[in-house]
């Protein structure tokens, strides 16, 4: 929730939408009561691009299509409001590289 207001109140000033970073920091602390410094608002409106982590974690050694097609099989059962746990992912996941003879998926 964080990073996605901070860059949120960088973007507004940026974009000139919030006059000054104070009124971004007391937008932000009066809306969705979480603070954030006016500096830090000022310092990232600076930048050209606010940058924040895209994921945590190691990165991963599936191929980039495989990763796709795994996310969208856990989009979908997600929309279909079925649990997903982590061996069901890493199932699905050994299934689809199976018949490529490459190395499973720790589980």
């Not at 409106?45 to 990165?59: F, H, L, N, W």
């Not at 099989?73 to 997903?84: E, G």
């Not at 199932?91 to 190395?103: G, H, K, R, S």
Request: net charge positive; glycine share 2%; with cysteine.
């Amino acid at each position: 929730m964080y990073n996605a207001l901070y860059k949120w109140a960088a973007q507004a000033v940026k974009d000139e939408l919030l006059v000054t970073c104070r009124e971004a920091s007391d937008c932000s602390k009066e809306r969705y009561n979480v603070s954030i410094h006016y500096s830090a608002i000022s310092k990232a409106a600076k930048k050209i691009e606010v940058a924040s982590p895209y994921r945590a974690g190691r990165k991963t050694f599936i191929p980039k299509h495989a990763e796709k097609s795994l996310w969208e099989f856990i989009v979908a059962l997600r929309v279909m409001k079925v649990p997903v746990y982590k061996h069901t992912a890493c199932t699905y996941a050994n299934q689809m590289i199976e018949p490529a003879d490459v190395l499973r998926v720790p589980g």
